[in-house]
Antibody, heavy 122, light 107 residues
Framework: EVQLLESGGGLVQPGGSLRLSCAAS????????MGWVRQAPGKGLEWVST????????HYADSVKGRFTISRDTSMKTLSLDMNNLRRDDTAIYYC???????????????WGRGTLVAVSS | EIVLTQSPATLSLSPGERATLSCRAS??????LAWYQQKPGQAPRLLIY???DSAAGIPSRFRGSGSGTEFTLTISSLEPEDFAVYYC?????????FGGGTRVDIK
């Protein structure tokens, strides 16, 4: 059974940093592109970032480019998102997502974690 | 980026009724459209991908159709657990984008 378990969310001041992690199990982690999708309170879904199976190809939404960095540790089966210079509009639930693809630039998301809340406020 | 417009915003129906949800794209997405279901306090769940292919474990009452710019998610007979918010998402063009959602609630 595929399981994705996020951690690392919390309250942070504007301009601060946070690192999200996603522990994956139930599938061959290195075979699939993984990513993050967020949802602001009461709002819709927004794709944030995706990383291919090798960890060599990274994609970011324009809204986070230059501030967020996605990475993966294949040995630990963990996906991470380093978030810097956080803004109030980054406040959202961040979902770890698996794609059914190894790489590429076009994905849908076949499994989702339960999410971790990031709140950016002073 | 491709904008997806979902309609109606809210659909009020009774259990057993048929639900028809629409997703319109600002330009062609070929057949690269997915549908997700999200219940309150839960993560989204993939229902349909590539317009009409069912994800694993999805009941047969959920059916996706369409191509180009017009897509439909049909729930043939609503079960109590189907009352939720539904989102469409395209992967034809980078970046992947989602529609604003349709809420299906109990009439």
């Amino acid at each position: 059974e595929v399981q994705l378990l996020e951690s690392g969310g919390g309250l942070v001041q504007p301009g601060g940093s946070l690192r999200l992690s996603c522990a994956a199990s139930g599938f061959t982690f290195s075979s699939y592109a993984m990513g993050w999708v967020r949802q602001a309170p009461g709002k819709g879904l927004e794709w944030v970032s995706t990383l291919d199976g090798t960890g060599g190809s990274r994609h970011y939404a324009d809204s986070v480019k230059g501030r967020f960095t996605i990475s993966r540790d294949t040995s630990m089966k963990t996906l991470s998102l380093d978030m810097n210079n956080l803004r109030r509009d980054d406040t959202a639930i961040y979902y770890c997502v698996k794609t059914p693809f190894f790489g590429g630039s076009f994905w849908h998301f076949d499994f989702w974690g339960r999410g971790t809340l990031v709140a950016v406020s002073s | 980026e491709i904008v997806l417009t979902q309609s109606p915003a809210t659909l009020s129906l009774s259990p057993g009724e048929r639900a028809t949800l629409s997703c319109r794209a600002s330009q062609s997405v070929s057949g690269y459209l997915a549908w997700y279901q999200q219940k309150p306090g839960q993560a989204p769940r993939l229902l349909i991908y590539d317009a009409s292919d069912s994800a694993a474990g999805i009941p047969s009452r959920f059916r996706g159709s369409g191509s180009g710019t017009e897509f439909t998610l049909t729930i043939s007979s609503l079960e109590p657990e189907d009352f939720a918010v539904y989102y469409c998402q395209q992967r034809e063009e980078w970046p992947p984008t989602f529609g604003g959602g349709t809420r299906v609630d109990i009439k």
